[in-house]
């Protein structure tokens, strides 16, 4: 990998501005700032849509249904199959919200990097 991505996958999961790596991206939950707080860079010009929420989603579906399913799977009692689901869902939803801002921020930072945009056909 390229020091220039490496860098800027650490200031995203830092949740600072891949330009200077001072300014914080978001100035709230997933709000982000318009501009850079520190360099001015425009963070409006890059839009992640629905790739964060895709990615972490994927991600932490492959990793917690098998526990989910060993769990419910190893146990007799209806009840502890109820309680391994409910805390399964629970973990997915807590695993979700701990990860979409930094993978945001990453994805974010890679698109003003690389000036990608919506697909269009010529």
Known sequence: MQDGTRLLI???MKLKCGNCGKGSLFRAYLKL???C???GLDLAAA???DGPAFFVGFFTMIVVTPIILFFTLSVD????KAIAVLVGILSCAI????????V???LLNLQIKYDSGEGTIE
């Open 10 to 12: 650490n200031r995203g």
């Open 77 to 80: 009692s209806w009840t502890a």
């Open 104 to 106: 945001k921020a990453i």
């Open 95 to 102: 695993v979700c919200l701990i990860l979409l801002p930094p």
């Open 33 to 35: 700032h318009e501009t």
């Open 47 to 49: 839009d992640t849509a």
């Open 37 to 39: 707080p520190r360099c």
